[in-house]
């Protein structure tokens, strides 16, 4: 698990300071004039990027809290859907080799941190203790002669 949450944290690294380099425009001097959009494309960076450090920092801990794996699925649900877009909308045939195992790596990181609930005991629970006088008449009565 600890290689996984090394991965997490590598990737998301990586989209962190990639995606910035794939949105640049063809030409220098052709530049976004849309604040809005540039605004846009920033947040959906981070909201991808969010996901991956969550489960990087915190994968250790979220086998016993609901909340965090509840914030794990939220967080990790914008990665898969939007490289699940990418990958089926067909639009941009350079990405694809990169978003494929994106989108997979991202469903495994799902199964393997979010998935998995505290499930319930498999032991059977132990007995009540018996008190004291219990203990101390049982064996000894059984061990006088009669």
Known sequence: MIILRFLALLIGSAILFGAPFILLPETPQSRPDDFNTVMLNCVAILL????YFFVGVLGHRMRKSLRRR????VLLLFPIIASGYVLFSGKEPDLLPAIGPLFCFTAFLYLAFVFPSNRRR???AMRPREESDQIASGPIESRQPT
């Open 70 to 73: 509840i914030i794990a699925a």
């Open 122 to 124: 498999t032991k059977r």
């Open 48 to 51: 991808v990027v969010s996901g």
